[in-house]
């Protein structure tokens, strides 16, 4: 069996922390870190730097990857770190933390934490958290161009991705763009909408179209279709896999965090329904997983004239 190092549980907390970081709460997360200390070097498991009134401040964190909870003993050896420099101090552990151990923490300012799978943690604090999650899938299709022009014919396509590169910008990726700022309402159960980028201007131009006898077709409009097809979920977080919590026990506080590459197969653990409406009204956590458009080979476009 392969010796527990406690390697693997750092820098998981330490993961943790790099999620806080993306929220501006720290300066900086760093990983095993060691300073000099009065009686030599000290490891510090996860250092974090801070800032507040442009005074630079920083917090040890010490990982505990044991399988029962932490004695009053791991208190007192972290506290002694603290004291050498006059740092302030977070103990996370996997499994919690004795009565003993609790009350010495609190009374010398120690932060203790439980840091693990959602499971575990929502265990501890014994409370159920319904989620809702609204998978959206998208695929993008020309419809219809308009071109000022005498010549008679058809669009041909020379390949996807440059068919649907407008300006030099895929227009898959103006769409997620344009999603995220807001300029895209998701509606709430599947159609299908006309589309128009919004931050693509006139003129437009595509190298890749090019009339039957290959001369490359300048002057276009043109209109998009996007499909959505929209399917609702419900279910509860202690369903869901590969979630992590950090839970504050003086505070009792659990904050989660979910891998943004996890969410588009959280819907497989959790119980489909038919309409929006249908979904049990109870849920304190709500999720959208929207997919980048799939592009549709819509062939050979006929031209149609504009006079």
Known sequence: MTKNTGKHYEAFVYELH????????????????????????????????????????????????????????????????LMDFKAKGVLISRKGFSKD?????????????IASNVNEVLSTIDIQIPVALTSVETSLSYTSFSIETKKTGSLVFNGLKDAYTINGVYLPDVYRDELLAGKIQIPLVSSENEWKPLSIETPYTNRALKYDDGEPITGFDFSLKIKFTIRHFFGYLSDLPNIAALHNIELNEAELFIKTEDIPNMHTYLTEYKKYEDIPNMSNLRLISVSVPTVIDSGRLEIKRVR
Do not use: W
């Open 101 to 113: 151990a609790k009350f010495k923490a609190k009374r010398v300012g120690i932060t203790l934490c």
């Open 18 to 81: 790099q999620a806080l970081n993306k929220d501006k709460r720290f300066k900086s997360v760093e990983l095993d870190v060691k300073l000099p200390g009065p009686d030599g070097m000290r490891q510090i498991d996860v250092l974090l730097c801070y800032e507040v009134e442009h005074k630079e401040l920083l917090t040890f964190i010490e990982c505990r990857d044991f399988a029962d909870r932490l004695g009053i003993k791991h208190v007192d050896g972290f506290h002694s770190k």
